[in-house]
């Protein structure tokens, strides 16, 4: 048997710079990895089986399987697998959980079925299934450019922890779509702000909140009802600097202090928000 953990990111900045002609956007993002993780075992068998703990997780609309194919497509394989998907990271949740599925099942089956693919292979098939799932394959934090497939590694964050909140807010498999559609051009930048964290990053100078900017954020207030509400609340009872994950919804702040970062946690679990915390990996 053959297990991977696949962790979850968040975008510590997403500026959107352009649309292209091609009709994806241009984007300009840190993405960090983080320690919320789903955990994929793989076995040999007859047929395919992919199957998960979570009844609401549909393998049919996953990527896990989409990944499965193509692989199965590109080395001709005729090999089965079991696939059990333990499921952690919040469906729908901005947070990239079905991405880093995905990586996860093209690395688990190159393994398991000894196709010996490199890494760049398995990155151009992960490109074909999505923008965001390049990053999967280098963790930590990195610069991501392009349509978010081209990933630069960068210096790690100083030790953080991060508290995510999950707002109890319908939402669509293709809602990442919907976002993207949903933006104009006066949610666009130029890119400096994530530059300008960049250079902190590599001075070593600490977070600042400022510079931890999305341009999701007020779109994702028009498409997830409740959303500005809960934000507010959160203000108020004194948990600032909250961001959006990604196109939403779900929010996070980020603590260098652990002691903080878990009397703020305790505070959320008490009142029985849908929350964990999570460190910088
Ligand atoms: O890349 P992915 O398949 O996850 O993207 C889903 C949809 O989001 C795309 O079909 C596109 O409409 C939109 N998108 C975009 N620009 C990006 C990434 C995604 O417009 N950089």
Partial sequence: MTT?????????????????????????????????????????????????????????????????????????????????????????????????????ALTGLNTLWNLGLGRGELMEIARKLGSDLTFFFYGGTALATGRGEVISPLPPLPRSWIILIIPDTPRQPGKTKTAYQSLNPGHYSDGNTTHQLINNLESGKTLDDILLINAFERVALSLYPGLATLRQQFSESGIPNLHLAGSGPTLFSIYINETEARMIFSQLKSRHFQCYLTETI
Avoid at 85 to 90: D, G, L, N, R, S
Wanted: glycine share 8%; proline share 3%.
């Fill in 4 to 104: 991977i953990f696949a962790p979850a990111k968040i975008n510590l900045t997403l500026e959107i710079l352009r649309k292209r002609p091609d009709g994806y956007h241009e984007i300009c993002s840190i993405m960090q990895a983080i320690s919320l993780f789903d955990v994929l075992d793989f076995q040999e068998a007859d047929g395919l089986k992919v199957y998960s703990d979570n009844d609401t997780w549909d393998g049919r609309i996953s990527l896990v399987v989409q990944a499965v194919n193509l692989l199965r497509e590109r080395t001709g394989t005729r090999k089965g697998a079991s696939i059990f998907v333990q499921k952690h990271i919040p469906l729908l949740s901005g947070l990239g959980g079905d991405s880093s599925d995905a990586v996860a």
